[in-house]
């Protein structure tokens, strides 16, 4: 049988309910937290500021560095605290998918730092990452050409969805799960980053970045929506 | 102008990173935005503002970028052969020479004049692409003995100096505390007491929770006539 039904009632195309939140971390330069669901990721922007080791500088440009981590708690299954195997690749990937954006060629030798904790679970926490990064580095004031929105596409037996929880991502008959995670330019037609876990045929994969284009459309209006409303809210 | 920007500090727009903020040929991109083909596309988070063809972004937040001749209050970090390293907040770390210190100093006898953690008000005499040079050879600069010290963002200072000085005479003349703004956002505050010295932090704060508000200079009277002391 295909998969047409949802678990949790969603219809295929749509996320979960999508909470965004500016300056929640008022030591911080900048800091957001961003929502899908039940996984919550806090991000924080510190720097620009001088690069240590000093062998790690570029005298061209500043460095992002970006630091993920799932807090124990956040999963059913206490999480190991401290970094990683795969703590240490996702922080990679959210540099490569946040770094197209940036520009940081007016602060050369510095850093800036985002550290990005997920204080609560339920599958596309890196996307929930991505996506509260993205806002805390606006709020930092960091130069940016662009907002960068991130998605996951899941491939259920044959069908594609939005935005997959961890039940979606353990589903076993058919052809089984297959997650995409990817990462849009808000205002115009690049991808800064696309991971694929699991089997898709080509045509898919076109089919799942074009519903992904789609669903980030939505999220984006709740980043700007949240910008908005934190000056909104120092006017009063 | 001027009162042209107070008109407009109202309603004045959200802008959005890679948001659109005009589309045709007749508009310049100014300061945070960019020409992309016909528009004109913010790249930082801030309010628009328009002055004749240019479009430009006002910055709410990041770091303080120095400019030659800004007044500066920074601490002491470290201290070299020739000089002191100044942390004054901003991403670079700036310098003061020896021979820009207002006297002759021996140079193994540094320590005893300015020493690490040590405030200091000194002006921008030099900016370099990495870094710049201070100078306290200026009437009124020097070491910090006294008073109190408050931080605010950067981006906030010209709202507490306001229209050539007027925000923070207004709050020096009825706080009677002498205030010194350094562009870096570090402000140097000095009363006969540590009450008023409260109240005069306290007004500072009040302009920069209110720093979006237009017609300030009134609130902020306000502010002070109910908070006065004595």
Redesign the interface.
């Given at each position: 049988m295909a998969y047409t039904k949802r678990p949790d009632g969603r219809k295929l195309d749509e996320a979960r309910n999508m909470t965004a939140e500016i300056g929640v971390i008022p030591n911080a330069?900048?800091s957001a937290k961003f929502s899908f669901g039940d996984t919550i990721a806090i991000a924080a922007v510190y720097?620009?500021?001088?690069m240590h080791p000093q062998h790690k500088q570029n005298p061209q440009r500043g460095v992002l560095r970006c630091t993920y981590d799932m807090l124990s708690f956040s999963v059913t299954e206490r999480k190991r605290p401290g970094p990683s195997r795969r703590s240490q690749e996702i922080s990679k990937i959210i540099e490569w998918s946040l770094s197209p954006?940036l520009?940081l060629e007016e602060?050369?030798?510095?850093v800036v730092d985002v550290h990005i904790m997920i204080t609560q679970a339920n599958a596309s926490t890196r996307c929930a990452a991505i996506n509260a990064a993205a806002l805390a580095l606006?709020?930092?004031?960091?130069?940016?050409?662009?907002?960068v929105t991130s998605v996951s596409i899941g491939k259920l037996d044959k069908t594609l969805v939005v935005d997959v929880t961890k039940e979606e991502e353990d589903y076993k008959e058919g052809e089984g799960a297959t997650d995409i995670a990817m990462t849009l330019?808000?205002?115009n037609d690049e991808i800064t980053s696309l991971q694929l876990d699991g089997k898709i045929p080509p045509q898919a994969l076109k089919e799942a970045i074009r519903l992904g284009r789609a669903a980030t459309k939505k999220i984006h209006e709740v980043q700007?929506g949240a910008?908005?409303a934190y000056?909104?809210e120092?006017?009063k | 102008m001027d009162e042209e920007k107070e008109k407009n500090e109202g309603k004045r727009q959200?802008a959005?990173?890679?948001?659109?903020i005009k589309t045709g040929k007749e508009y310049l991109p100014g300061d945070?935005a960019?020409r992309d083909g016909e528009n004109i596309?913010a790249?930082?988070?801030?309010?628009q503002d328009e002055y004749g063809r240019f479009l430009r972004v006002i910055?709410?937040?990041?770091?303080y970028i120095p400019r030659k001749g800004n007044l500066v209050i920074g601490k002491v970090a470290d201290i070299s052969f020739n000089g002191w390293i100044i942390d004054v907040g901003s991403?670079?770390?700036s310098f003061l020479m020896l021979n820009e210190y207002p006297k002759y100093i021996e140079s193994d006898d540094l320590e005893s004049y300015l020493a690490i953690g040590d405030l200091v008000l000194c002006k921008i005499h030099r900016t370099k692409?990495?870094g710049m040079d201070l100078t306290m050879k200026e009437r009124g600069l020097g070491k910090i003995e006294d008073g109190m010290i408050t931080t605010i963002n950067s981006?906030k200072v010209p709202r507490v100096i306001g229209k050539e000085g007027s925000m923070v005479k207004l709050i020096k003349d009825s706080t009677q505390c002498d205030i010194t703004v350094g562009q870096n956002g570090v402000i140097w505050i000095k009363g006969s007491s540590v009450e008023h010295e409260l109240y005069a932090r306290g007004a500072i704060n009040f302009v920069v929770?209110r720093s979006?508000?237009s017609g300030l200079t009134e609130e902020v009277k306000k502010y002070l006539e109910q908070n006065k002391i004595e």
């Open positions: 330069d900048g720097g620009p500021k001088t954006v520009d602060f050369p030798n510095t606006a709020q930092a004031g960091i130069p940016m050409k662009d907002l330019m808000s205002n700007v910008l908005k000056i909104e120092n006017k | 959200v959005i990173p890679g948001e659109i945070g960019r596309v790249c930082r988070f801030g309010l910055p709410l937040s990041g770091p991403p670079y770390t692409r990495k981006n929770e979006y508000l």
